[in-house]
Nanobody
Framework: QVQLVESGGGLVQAGGSLRLSCAASGRTFSTYAMGWFRQAPGKEREFVGAISKSGGTTYYADSVKGRFTISRDNAKNTVYLQMNTLKPEDTAVYYC???????????????????WGQGTQVTVSS
């Protein structure tokens, strides 16, 4: 079992920044990859990015590439999502998720992930 708790969401103006955190507990953090997804009202859950177990490899959706950065601190059992140059279309509930299999071709699919956090709201005003 893995428990995931996101934090750091909030209201920010367009062009601003936020850093989300996801604290993990349960199984050894360095044994699974982590992903970030988001879901806006009326839309499907959307892949944002993912990071490998060691943190050495990252993947990003085209919509956030160059603006968002994923990192992890295995000593602190935490993964981060640094979001810069935020846009109103980034408004969504953001979720972190744990992935034990880490099949690169499947990383964008929610079904690839085994455990999910409860989500944190990010609202970007124009």
């Amino acid at each position: 079992q893995v428990q995931l708790v996101e934090s750091g969401g909030g209201l920010v103006q367009a062009g601003g920044s936020l850093r989300l955190s996801c604290a993990a507990s349960g199984r050894t953090f360095s044994t699974y990859a982590m992903g970030w997804f988001r879901q806006a009202p009326g839309k499907e859950r959307e892949f944002v990015g993912a990071i490998s177990k060691s943190g050495g490899t990252t993947y990003y959706a085209d919509s956030v590439k160059g603006r968002f950065t994923i990192s992890r601190d295995n000593a602190k059992n935490t993964v981060y999502l640094q979001m810069n140059t935020l846009k109103p279309e980034d408004t969504a509930v953001y979720y972190c998720a744990a992935d034990f299999a880490f099949v690169a071709s499947q990383l964008t699919l929610p079904d690839e992930y085994d455990y999910w956090g409860q989500g944190t709201q990010v609202t970007v005003s124009s």
